[in-house]
């Protein structure tokens, strides 16, 4: 059971998330928080050492959400073929992403890139253990007898990934999700090429 002051945390770092996924974290500023949650400049600061540790924990947040909603989506596949593809699929709305902005990984990745050490460095763990997850996925399709053992765990996965990511950013910016969706019915298509 969460305190008053948890709940009044964590509606602050949930209604701040958008804020940050739309605006990043050079662009949102603490007036900005204070009007979407309606709090004073008193119980934000009691809350959050400065706008830094705001900053960080709002990042922590909508990285885990993300990474949750991911696995969740995942998790629904009763294959190795399934899980890929519901991975895939998490991705086929890049206009109508369920944080607005866009994927909060792709976003705070881009612009942690040289600024924020710290955020870049859970960022990179994030992507990483995607990376992984990815690989181990199609590694057990190729020892369940899914997946030729032609296929490249560690090479696929970075595709797969970087190709989703890549494109949800390029379709945002073209207002469309029309190359989203063909991208993913042609990663789709390589994968079933290994099927045993």
Do not use: W
């Given at each position: ?10 509606f602050i ?141 560690p090479v ?12 949800l950013i ?27």
């Amino acid at each position: 059971m969460f305190t008053k002051a948890e709940k009044t945390k964590q509606f602050i770092l949930e209604t701040a998330i958008p804020l940050y996924n739309v605006k990043g974290i050079a662009g949102v500023s603490i007036d900005d928080v204070l009007n979407a949650t309606k709090l004073t400049k008193g119980c934000l600061y009691g809350h959050f050492q400065s706008k830094e540790d705001l900053s960080e924990q709002v990042i922590d947040l909508a990285l885990k959400k993300t990474v949750d909603k991911i696995h969740l989506a995942v998790a629904g596949g009763k294959t190795a073929k399934a899980k890929v593809f519901a991975f895939l699929d998490f991705y086929k709305d890049p206009i109508q992403t369920y944080v607005p902005g866009g994927c909060p990984i792709f976003n705070t990745a881009t612009e942690v890139d040289d600024n924020h050490p710290v955020m870049k460095e859970k960022v990179a763990a994030v992507i990483k253990a995607g990376q992984q997850e990815m690989t181990k996925l199609l590694e057990e399709g190729i020892q369940n007898g899914e997946f030729s053992n032609k296929l490249n765990p560690p090479v696929l996965a970075f595709k797969l990934v970087a190709a989703v990511e890549g494109g949800l950013i390029m379709c945002r910016i073209m207002d469309t999700v029309k190359p989203m969706h063909a991208l993913i019915k042609s990663l789709k298509s390589e994968l079933e090429q290994y099927i045993s």
